[in-house]
C-alpha cells in the first residue's frame, strides 16, 4: 500500500471493482447510452460499486485502515451480483445499473466493513447516506432517459474489494487503487 506523505489527506472508498469483461460490457453501454442521451460515460476503468466512502483521510492512518479491512474481509462470504436494472437520479443527473432484487451478502459485508472501520477509529464521509448499492455509467446526460431501459449483463461472481484514492478534477474523477482484498 502506498503512503505518500505523512500529512498527504486522500479522498477515500472502498468499492466492488467488476472484472475486465463485465466492465467493458458496462462501458460499451455507457457507451451507447451517452450517444443517445448525451452526456459523459465513464470509461471502463473508473466502473466501480462503492461499498463505503469514508471522504479525507491522513495518509498516516492507511495502515490502520488496511489493517480493519483485513479483519472485515475475513467475514466475506461469497456471492453473485446480477447486474439488470437501469435507473436515473435526475437531481444528481447520473444514469446507473443496479440490481432489481436486493443482495443481502452486499449490504452485509458494507454495513459490516462500516463497523469494523469505524470501531477503527474512522468517521464515515457521510454516515447518513444510505447503502444504494449501484455503478455509475453517465452524467449529466443532455436528455432525461425514460425509466425502464433495459439492461442484460453476465453475471458477476465478486471476488473482492478495493480500497481506492479519488483525485477529482475539471475533466472528472479518476480513481487509484491503494490494496485490494481477494475473497474465496
Ligand atoms: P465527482 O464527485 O467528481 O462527480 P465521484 O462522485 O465519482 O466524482 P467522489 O466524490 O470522489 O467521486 O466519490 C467516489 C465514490 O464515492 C463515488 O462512487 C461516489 O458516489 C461515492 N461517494 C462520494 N461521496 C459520498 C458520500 N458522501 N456518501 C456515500 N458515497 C459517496
Ligand atoms: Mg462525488
Do not use: C
Request: no cysteine.
Amino acid at each position: 500500500m502506498s503512503q505518500g506523505a505523512a500529512d498527504e489527506r486522500l479522498r477515500l472508498f472502498f468499492a466492488l471493482l467488476p472484472p475486465p469483461q463485465l466492465a467493458a460490457a458496462l462501458a460499451g453501454r455507457a457507451a451507447g447510452l451517452a450517444r443517445d442521451y448525451g452526456g459523459r460515460a465513464l470509461p471502463a476503468a473508473n466502473l466501480h460499486l462503492t461499498l463505503l466512502f469514508l471522504g479525507d483521510v491522513g495518509a498516516a492512518r492507511l495502515p490502520v485502515l488496511n489493517l480493519a479491512a483485513s479483519s472485515a474481509a475475513a467475514a466475506w462470504r461469497p456471492f453473485t451480483l446480477q447486474l439488470d436494472r437501469l435507473g436515473y437520479w435526475p437531481r444528481q443527473q447520473l444514469l446507473w445499473a443496479g440490481l432489481q432484487q436486493a443482495a443481502p451478502e452486499l449490504s452485509d459485508f458494507s454495513a459490516y466493513l462500516r463497523s469494523t472501520v469505524e470501531k477503527a477509529g474512522f468517521s464515515i464521509g457521510d454516515a447518513g447516506r444510505a447503502f444504494f448499492p449501484h455503478l455509475t455509467l453517465l452524467r449529466k446526460p443532455g436528455r432525461t432517459p425514460p425509466d425502464g431501459l433495459s439492461l442484460t449483463l453476465p453475471a458477476w461472481p465478486v471476488s473482492g474489494f478495493a480500497l481506492l484514492a479519488s483525485t477529482r478534477t475539471a475533466a472528472g474523477a479518476s480513481y487509484r487503487p491503494l490494496a485490494v482484498w481477494l475473497v474465496p
